[in-house]
């Protein structure tokens, strides 16, 4: 027997303010997006925004039902329409910020497992890692040049 290690490398920046220009331009669209999210059951509202190589940038926002699990998040909103507008164009950057009804999100917000899942579709249909900025309503940032930093072992299509 032998144990694995894995390790993830993620970038922490204190506040939006550090980071660069152009991971601060598309976080803003995010959380521009969040305003618009259809969160009327968990009122946590999510906001994304991806840039595409061909510098478009699509934002997406959760989207309820009250058939609860309908649900659809707001990485998966933006990256879908991405991929329905532009199928050809390979994602550089994603942005996803979050904000709660009840308590101050002061920690930045991670995709869930079903959204890392889908960004690591697109990150091997393009052959292109994918850089995720992540941000509460304050505090400190996290950047990751790929999402496999947090989908270790990931499943895709080489095991079909
Ligand atoms: N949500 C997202 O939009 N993205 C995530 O990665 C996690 C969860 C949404 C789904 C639902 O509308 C609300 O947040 C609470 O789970």
Do not use: W
Request: aromatic share 8%.
């Amino acid at each position: 027997m032998k144990i694995l290690s894995l390790t993830a490398n993620i970038e922490v920046y204190e506040n939006v303010e550090e980071l660069n220009h152009a991971d601060a331009t598309l976080m803003e669209a995010a959380k521009k997006s969040m305003e618009d999210a259809y969160a009327p059951y968990s009122k946590f509202k999510v906001g994304a925004a991806l840039r595409l190589k061909n510098g478009k940038v699509i934002i997406g926002s959760n989207q309820e039902n009250a058939a609860f699990p309908v649900t659809l998040c707001a990485e998966r909103v933006a990256i879908f329409a991405a991929a329905a507008q532009y199928p050809n164009e390979a994602i550089e950057a994603l942005a996803i910020t979050a904000k709660s009804g009840s308590r101050l999100v002061d920690k930045p917000v991670t995709p869930c497992g079903s959204c890392r899942q889908v960004i690591h579709e697109s990150e091997y249909r393009f052959k292109q890692p994918i850089r995720v900025i992540l941000h509460g309503e304050t505090g400190e940032v996290y950047v990751l040049e790929t999402i496999k930093d947090i989908l270790p072992l990931t499943f895709d299509a080489n095991f079909l």
